[in-house]
């Protein structure tokens, strides 16, 4: 069975500056996808972003990118200009790309950008 | 606005009694997976249902069950409850079964046994 570890249960950071949020997974697929999802106050969750294991190039949305390191099973998120906006649960997931396509969900990291 | 559409949106019931939860998926999405989130367990899968089909069945409890309707819309039953099924449940719903599509998720609905 496939873990996420999300080592880090709280972070802050300062309104403009970056963070980066770490996690872990544990695996024997060769194929998979991992993402990182947000859920801010209203509970709501959302996509932020998502790496396809067989990629090599580190996945980018605007301010939020990755640092994936398939070898160590690594999937950092580093949120760069953070905004206040940002404050929210972090969760890192991953999905086995087969039939059925769950998602496995680490405990979350709390973030806390302040002014 | 995520497409996916939880009612009701909170629900306070008493041990012991028997729930629904009600999920409609984004429009021509067939995939809808259902998800617990409690500060004992974290966010986890529950089922997932294909056109009306189970496809996947993750930590549900045997007092659980659901089922996806030829509108595709879903619900999920909760019977015998316990102080400890008190969580958030969130639907989410993805337009194929074997890729992996974006999975979005509804606003949930908050769940409090008493």
């Known amino acids: 069975a496939q873990t996420v570890t999300q080592s880090q249960p709280e972070m802050s950071v300062q309104e403009a500056e970056t963070v980066t949020l770490s996690c872990t997974y544990d695996?024997?697929?060769?194929?998979?996808?991992l993402f990182w999802y947000k859920q801010p106050p209203s509970r709501q969750m959302i996509l932020v972003i998502r790496?396809?294991?067989?990629?090599?190039q580190n996945a980018t949305e605007n301010r939020f990118s990755v640092n994936f390191q398939k070898a160590a099973k690594s999937f950092s998120l580093k949120i760069s200009d953070s905004q206040l906006g940002d404050t929210a649960m972090y969760f890192c997931?991953?999905?086995?790309?087969?039939?059925?396509?769950?998602?496995?969900f680490g405990a979350g990291t709390i973030l806390r950008v302040k002014s | 606005d995520s497409g996916v559409t939880q009612t009701p949106k909170h629900l306070i019931t008493a041990t012991g009694q028997r729930v629904t939860l009600r999920c409609s998926p984004r429009?021509?999405?067939?995939?809808v997976y259902w998800y617990q989130q409690s500060l004992d367990q974290g966010l986890q899968f529950l089922i997932q249902?294909?056109?009306?089909?189970?496809?996947a069945k993750g930590n549900i409890l045997e007092r659980f069950s659901a089922q996806q309707f030829p509108d595709l819309h879903s619900e999920l039953n909760l019977s015998s409850l316990e102080l400890g099924d008190s969580a958030l449940y969130f639907c989410?719903?993805?337009?194929?079964?074997?890729?992996?599509?974006?999975?979005?998720f509804g606003p949930g609905t908050r769940l409090t046994v008493l």
């Open positions: 989410a719903s993805s337009a194929a079964l074997t890729s992996a599509d974006e999975q979005f």
């Open positions: 695996t024997s697929e060769s194929n998979y996808y």
């Open positions: 790496q396809e294991a067989y990629k090599q």
């Open positions: 997931a991953f999905m086995k790309t087969e039939y059925g396509n769950k998602l496995v």
């Open positions: 429009s021509g999405d067939l995939s």
């Open positions: 249902y294909y056109n009306g089909e189970e496809r």
